[in-house]
């Protein structure tokens, strides 16, 4: 099941986004590991966050104190990213992880996850 972020925009340095992820209507998500990544122009796609059924969250050092991760039980929506304090160097697009394996989550690895979002764009100018 793909999800679909939204929540993406353009800000200022300093300023505030939420992301949110839908799951894809009629698939029954296990929602055993969920993630977010992100990948600007020329760079690897990196993992910034991960959540797993026990709440056990993971951050990317660069995000850590800044953005926060949470599930969304229930419904369609699977899980959110607060992002505070954004600096230029957070723009990139941002994805949306799901389906991915409990004792891979804190990894961080893009391989540990079944389905991606199409991406929402994340741009914060100085």
């Known amino acids: 099941g793909q999800p679909v972020e939204s929540g993406g925009g353009s800000v200022q340095s300093g300023g505030s986004l939420r992301l949110s992820c839908t799951g894809e209507?009629?698939?029954?998500?296990?929602?055993?590991?969920m993630g977010w990544f992100r990948e600007a122009p020329g760079k690897e796609r990196e993992g910034v966050a991960s959540?797993?059924?026990?709440?056990?969250?993971?951050y990317a050092e660069s995000v850590k104190g800044r953005f926060t991760i949470s599930r969304e039980d229930g419904g369609e929506n699977l899980v959110a990213l607060q992002m505070d304090s954004l600096k230029p160097e957070d723009t990139a697009m941002y994805y949306c992880?799901?389906?991915?394996?409990?004792?891979?989550?804190?990894?961080?690895?893009?391989?540990?996850?079944?389905?991606w979002g199409q991406g929402t764009q994340v741009t914060v100018s100085s």
């Open positions: 959540i797993d059924k026990n709440g056990r969250i993971t």
């Open positions: 209507t009629g698939y029954t998500y296990t929602r055993i590991c």
């Open positions: 992880a799901a389906e991915g394996l409990y004792d891979g989550c804190s990894g961080l690895q893009s391989r540990n996850f079944a389905y």
